[in-house]
């Protein structure tokens, strides 16, 4: 097999749809990280993965997380966890494109910085995927105006921002309401010694990715 073959989207365990969706997006080849994560990660494993800004880590996360969505049942299916506002708005719009394969796939973004009111009216409609920064997930679970017990997959997000902006207890609480049984799947751009103890806190044999910066 060559390289070309080995990174084409077509050999993953996907829908002709999203096949044909990633194609109308310019998708042809899988990233590195992507081409180390997806085998695996479809396939239900957690991983956990190193890689720089830019690497195409979203769709590693987000093909995932959708191939398990069940559009009929309106509850939250998938959480994603982000550092800031701004990424979390940039992760929801990529699983709104990597989601077009299917019909009503409802994204909801929770952030602080933003009134609480209509994030709360999104809620009610039902939502099958949350994008959002820890704090106010954390809001929402004690107002109860969320639910995570149907999660089947967690994502950290650029976890070692997450935990340098001081979101290591609110990590831990919204973990707790998840189900032990989810998928994890963490990303991160550095490797500290606290990404480390939080893996092995949330997951279970992980699979280990590292990506070299290529230059
Ligand atoms: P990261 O989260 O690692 O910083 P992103 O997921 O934001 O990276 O992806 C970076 C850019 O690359 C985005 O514009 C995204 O649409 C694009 N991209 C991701 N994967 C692919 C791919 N396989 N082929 C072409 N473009 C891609
Ligand atoms: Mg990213």
């Given at each position: 097999m060559n390289s070309t073959e080995s990174s084409a989207f077509s050999q993953l365990d996907l829908p002709a749809s999203q096949l044909e969706n990633l194609e109308r997006m310019g998708y042809t080849q899988m990233t590195p990280?992507?081409?180390?994560?997806?085998?695996?990660?479809?396939?239900?494993?957690?991983?956990?993965?190193?890689?720089?800004?830019?690497?195409?880590?979203?769709a590693a996360f987000g093909l995932p997380l959708l191939s398990k969505i069940?559009?009929?049942f309106f509850g939250v299916q998938a959480l994603v966890l982000c550092p800031t506002r701004e990424l979390s708005t940039q992760v929801a719009e990529e699983i709104r494109k990597l989601a077009r394969f299917q019909a009503n796939i409802k994204v909801v973004v929770l952030c602080g910085g933003m009134?609480?009111?209509p994030q709360i009216g999104s809620l009610e409609h039902g939502a099958h995927i949350v994008v959002g920064t820890p704090g106010r997930i954390k809001d929402h679970l004690r107002k109860e105006t969320l639910k995570i017990d149907?999660?089947?997959?967690?994502?950290?997000?650029?976890?070692?921002?997450?935990?340098?902006?001081?979101?290591?207890?609110?990590i831990h609480h919204i973990v707790a309401h998840t189900p032990a049984n989810r998928q994890t799947l963490l990303f991160s751009a550095t490797y500290p010694e606290n990404i480390?103890?939080?893996s092995a806190e949330f997951q279970h044999n992980p699979l280990n990715v590292k990506v070299e910066a290529v230059h």
């Open positions: 990280v992507q081409q180390q994560t997806l085998p695996a990660a479809l396939a239900g494993q957690d991983i956990i993965a190193q890689a720089k800004t830019g690497s195409g880590k979203t069940n559009p009929r009134s609480i009111g149907q999660v089947q997959t967690l994502v950290l997000d650029e976890a070692d921002r997450m935990l340098d902006m001081g979101f290591t207890d609110d480390g103890q939080l």
